[in-house]
């Protein structure tokens, strides 16, 4: 099998942290090349990374590629040991999917905007900062999210966390993990896991390469290339 995945999609991150933790040697690891073109969106349609290749059949989106492996390899186990605990590190799984990467995805745009939209910004960061607060009722205090051992929390959670402290503050809002002690004492110890901070080392290389495109006027060019290229293939269809 073979996961598309790109160093700095959170989503990708998180199925890789389980892959990692699950210590599957089997799944090859790829940037789509077509990532990002309309060819990308007639193969998958969603077009968006993660998709799991699997001798070609392709299955995307973290959380169902995540269950998928949990069936197909069962051990070691990221779920719980009963089904109340499988649903509650299932419940903090989609806190950092649902209510922290998604809303720190969409923003991420204005991290790199020349001009910001503030109502944006006010929107999205707010639920970041809300449920930031949510997660600090949720989160084990033993540094891991669930359990005491790496589950599909710590796997959706590292890299939510890893965008609200890198990117949020670019958009001028403050990183609110200091302020909500339990889930700042969750990211200091969860950093220590080899898995979590394998994960982590490819999240910051990705933004560093991004920061270089960036800075260079590279990915405002491949943005611009991107969009028109989509638009004229939307308009052919
Ligand atoms: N719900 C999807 C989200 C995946 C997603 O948004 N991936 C981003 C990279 S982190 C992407 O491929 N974006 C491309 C685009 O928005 O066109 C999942 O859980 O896999």
Same mark, same amino acid.
């Given at each position: 099998?073979?996961?598309?995945?790109?160093?700095?999609?959170?989503?990708?991150?998180?199925?890789?942290?389980?892959?990692? =933790?699950?210590?599957?040697?089997?799944?090859?690891?790829?940037?789509?090349?077509?990532?990002?073109?309309?060819?990308?969106?007639?193969?998958?349609?969603?077009?968006?990374?993660?998709?799991?290749?699997?001798?070609?059949?392709?299955?995307?989106?973290?959380?169902?590629?995540? #269950?998928?492996?949990? #069936?197909?390899?069962?051990?070691?186990?990221?779920?719980?040991?009963?089904?109340?605990?499988?649903?509650?590190?299932?419940?903090?799984?989609?806190?950092?999917?649902?209510?922290?990467?998604?809303?720190?995805?969409?923003?991420?745009?204005?991290?790199?905007?020349?001009?910001?939209?503030?109502?944006?910004?006010?929107?999205?960061?707010?639920?970041?900062?809300?449920?930031?607060?949510?997660?600090?009722?949720?989160?084990?205090?033993?540094?891991?999210?669930?359990?005491?051992?790496?589950?599909?929390?710590?796997?959706?959670?590292?890299?939510?966390?890893?965008?609200?402290?890198?990117?949020?503050?670019?958009?001028?809002?403050?990183?609110?993990?200091?302020?909500?002690?339990?889930?700042?004492?969750?990211?200091?110890?969860?950093?220590?896991? #080899?898995?979590?901070?394998?994960?982590?080392?490819?999240?910051?290389?990705?933004?560093?390469?991004?920061?270089?495109?960036?800075?260079?006027?590279?990915?405002?060019?491949?943005?611009?290339?991107?969009? =028109?290229?989509? =638009?004229?293939?939307?308009?052919?269809?």
């Amino acid at each position: 099998m073979k996961l598309y995945s790109g160093d700095l999609s959170p989503y990708s991150a998180r199925v890789r942290m389980q892959i990692y =933790a699950k210590g599957i040697s089997d799944i090859t690891l790829e940037r789509p090349a077509t990532f990002g073109t309309p060819k990308f969106r007639e193969q998958f349609p969603i077009g968006r990374i993660p998709v799991l290749d699997i001798d070609g059949d392709m299955m995307p989106e973290s959380e169902v590629i995540a #269950e998928y492996l949990e #069936e197909i390899y069962p051990t070691p186990s990221m779920l719980g040991a009963t089904p109340r605990e499988t649903a509650h590190i299932r419940t903090v799984a989609r806190v950092g999917d649902i209510y922290i990467m998604n809303n720190m995805f969409m923003l991420s745009g204005q991290a790199r905007a020349k001009t910001r939209n503030e109502g944006v910004v006010e929107l999205l960061a707010g639920q970041v900062v809300r449920n930031i607060k949510a997660l600090d009722k949720m989160i084990g205090e033993d540094g891991f999210a669930c359990c005491g051992r790496v589950t599909m929390a710590d796997c959706a959670l590292v890299p939510g966390l890893f965008m609200v402290e890198n990117v949020l503050p670019n958009t001028g809002v403050e990183n609110p993990i200091p302020k909500s002690a339990k889930v700042a004492a969750y990211w200091a110890a969860i950093q220590q896991n #080899e898995h979590a901070a394998k994960t982590l080392a490819e999240l910051h290389r990705g933004l560093e390469e991004r920061r270089e495109l960036i800075r260079s006027g590279a990915f405002e060019k491949m943005m611009t290339a991107m969009v =028109a290229a989509q =638009a004229k293939a939307d308009a052919e269809a």
